[in-house]
């Protein structure tokens, strides 16, 4: 197939990132495109972070916008979308995996759209491995020009060509795009885009551009629809929401946003992810004095070893650590935080790793996501030579697991007998004529109904049972 090259991604581009004022872009069609889906139908595939659930709740918006229904069958629709992760290689694995198995389907059914977009075709190598041997793709794209689907999808059809646009600069706001939300009760908002941290194992800051901070009153004004739309629970995204504000000059942070967020009439309020040094006074006593600021905080701390932390780029301490959880646990004592870590980073020692370990029972974390490292092209660590031999780094993520796994355990032990109030989302997996919901503290509870009137409402659940990956409960009303 021959392709069409709008933009290829580029490193160098991506590691520039120029320090330019940042666009806001407003969505609008043009004519030309609206009925470019009439009596088509679309899937999308999402790996990876909510940022890319987000993501792709826009494409559908913009999908359904030109005239493209949802199927249920990504074999037999017409357009099929993979929005992809690039965080770590077993992420992309899965993805050439589903390709493999889409390609045979693009055989019988030529006139299907099959595109790729996310993170992974920001990276050289990927889009460049897709070119050469990913014949069957029609459309490549990145992170930031997803508006431009109608667009794309139009020079796919006009011109049978392999249509590739993948931007690699500091990135853009989009606003007023159209959104096909999941759940009926609980959205994604982003707040801020892209990172400029620069963890040196980390892909993002070059897959997803600059910093930057929608404008406030752009999110109070989402919130508030979404009340108004009878939606219980928000949470606010971006890949450090702690740096919120910084970028646009102003006396605003994220805790500011918080309070204002908590005035809309919203009920909950989460947000994730947080950073462990942009994690400020204020936003912690707004998680103490806003009802709406549920108390549970995701605050990855990658490592326990304070010379790891600083290979990493982390900018804080162990020491730096323990202090803002201490504050936070004055501040809200029942909270309970959760974390991410990475073990193997090159050359971790068993010693490093015993740091690691020691930061867990001091934090009495009630929840992990836990990794191997993966060297990414084009970070610094993946330069660093690793003497760490791969089943070392395999047998200390199981030692690690087993303390977190610990940790979920004791975090639903500390409610039992107790009642929580759980925002129920629908039918249960456990069993038949069970319904689940989230607590307050973000604990998968499970209770016995087949009330289904009750999804999108807050009921009360008196908690019996209590598993390593979730809570069992009696409905109290
Ligand atoms: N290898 C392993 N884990 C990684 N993460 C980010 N980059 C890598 C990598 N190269 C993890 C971090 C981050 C989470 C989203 O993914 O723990 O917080
Ligand atoms: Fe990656 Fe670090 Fe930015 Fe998180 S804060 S996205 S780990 S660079």
Known sequence: MKSIKFAMPSLKEAKLRKNIDIETVRYTLEDKYKDLGKGKSYYIFTYGCQGNEADSEVMSGILENIGYTLSTDPMNSDVVLLNTCAIRENAEQRIWGVLGQLKGRKREHP?????????????ENATNKILESYDF???VFGTHNRDHLPQLIYQAYLTKAKVVEVLSNQGNILEDAPKVRASKHKAWVNIMFGCDEFCTYCIVPYTRGR????????????VKELVANGYKEVTLLGQNVNAYGKDLGIDYTFGDLLYD???????RIRYTTSHPRDLDEKTMLAMRDCKSVMPHLHLPVQSGDNDILKIMNRKYTYEDYMAKITRLKELVPHISITTDIIVGFPNETEEQFQNTLKLCHNVGYEGAFTFIYSPREGTPA?????????????????????????????????????????LVD???KNGEGMMCGYSENLKLTHFKSTDMSLVGKTVKVKVTEAKTWFMIGELCE
């Open 211 to 222: 910093e930057r901070s929608r404008a406030k009153d752009d999110i109070i004004a989402e």
């Open 426 to 428: 629908g039918e249960s």
């Open 261 to 267: 967020l908590d005035k809309t009439g919203i009920e």
């Open 382 to 422: 993946a330069k660093m030579p690793d003497s760490t031999p791969e089943d070392e780094k395999k047998q200390r993520l199981l030692r690690l697991n087993e303390v977190i796994n610990a940790g979920y355990k004791k975090g639903h032990e500390r409610f039992l007998n107790k009642v929580v109030n759980v």
């Open 137 to 139: 793709i029609d459309l």
């Open 111 to 123: 006139d299907m759209i099959i595109g790729i977009c996310g993170c992974m075709p920001q990276e």
